[in-house]
């Protein structure tokens, strides 16, 4: 199998590979076993772009993974992996985010990460990594302070590049404003059912690369549907190519610019995810994706109090979120 393609991240030299691996399992932290041989199986695969967070409970099965796999051979040094990893919502505060990464670095048993994102707009009070959060633990997100402290790891080494995840234009406008370094990354829900073409245009204007979760729909997750793997248009186009509808989707993204996060513990599901390189999508094809009805997958509710911060969806997301499946 050929390497994955890379994209460049802002204006630095550093890459991050098309297509990743993601670790977030449901429930949390329920297999680690499995996740370890999975990810074994994917280096030996060719895919070199792994996705943890604290939240996931999965630092410790990609640390595994990674001795094994240089034990084994399988990459020569740690520097041919991307680490990606994020910031929990109980430690987004100023004081707890030096001390989260390195406990992130503890747990993997790595030197640094490739990349460390908040993981959403939110604080909660510090202890707890569980979602969904408590709403009476909802506290304002301070996103100065934070990014602050984000920026401290960045200068310490400990991480090559920063970033945020689930950062709506307007949330990035703001955090662009006082910020010394611009976040590199933004990793945010999109497939052919919530193509996010504003933040997609917003990102590229201002050089934040967008990296995507839940390109399949997010089967399988605490709030993910079948809406886009069973959708009709996508269908018909994987019957005509002769392929999945997940790879559809995978090379539909891939040819918005975009990294994609992929996640699968079937090992011929795996293989599938990365045969999407060698073929393309036809402009007829690529309108009728274009003209899909949108919804937004993933809102955010468990964020939502009425006490706040975020009262509403809206103001989460920064703009009218339709919840019905009706449009579907």
């Not at 994955?4 to 399992?25: C, M, N, Q, R, Y």
């Not at 990609?62 to 041919?80: F, M, P």
Request: charged share 25%; net charge neutral.
């Amino acid at each position: 199998m050929g390497s994955i393609p890379k994209a460049k991240l802002g204006s630095t030299d550093k890459t991050i590979p098309l297509v990743g691996f993601g670790t977030a399992e449901f429930p949390f932290g329920a297999s680690s076993e499995t996740m370890k041989d999975s990810i074994l199986h994917a280096i030996k695969l060719g895919y070199r772009h792994f996705d943890s967070a604290a939240l996931y409970q999965s630092e410790q099965p990609l640390a595994e993974a990674i001795s094994e796999a240089l034990q084994l051979g399988l990459v020569k040094s740690r520097d041919e992996l991307f680490i990606t990893s994020k910031l929990w919502c109980s430690d987004a505060h100023h004081d707890c985010v030096l001390p989260a990464l390195r406990k992130t670095l503890k747990n993997l048993k790595l030197d640094y990460l490739d990349l460390y994102l908040i993981h959403w707009p939110v604080s909660v009070k510090p202890g707890e990594y569980e979602l969904p959060v408590k709403k009476n633990d909802l506290v304002p997100f301070d996103a100065k302070s934070v990014w602050e402290a984000m920026e401290e790891c960045l200068k310490l080494g400990l991480t090559k590049s920063i970033g945020v995840s689930n950062f709506s234009c307007k949330k990035l406008e703001t955090l662009l404003a006082t910020a010394n370094i611009p976040p590199a990354v933004n990793q945010v829900e999109m497939n052919p059912l919530w193509q996010q073409k504003k933040l997609r245009d917003f990102c590229g204007r201002k050089g934040i690369h967008v990296s995507v979760y839940s390109p399949l729909g997010g089967k399988g997750t605490l709030w993910g549907t079948n809406l886009v793997l069973d959708c009709k248009v996508l269908k018909e186009i994987a019957d005509a190519k002769a392929k999945s509808i997940a790879q559809v989707c995978l090379r539909w993204a891939y040819e918005q610019e975009v990294s994609v996060l992929v996640k699968s513990f079937n090992k011929e599901r795996m293989k599938e995810n990365v045969d999407i390189f060698d073929w393309k999508l036809s402009q007829e094809e690529l309108h009728k994706i274009s003209q899909l009805p949108q919804r937004k997958g993933f809102p955010g509710l468990e964020f939502i109090s009425h006490e706040g911060p975020y009262k509403t969806v809206e103001e989460l997301w920064d703009e009218e979120i339709d919840l019905s499946s009706d449009n579907i």
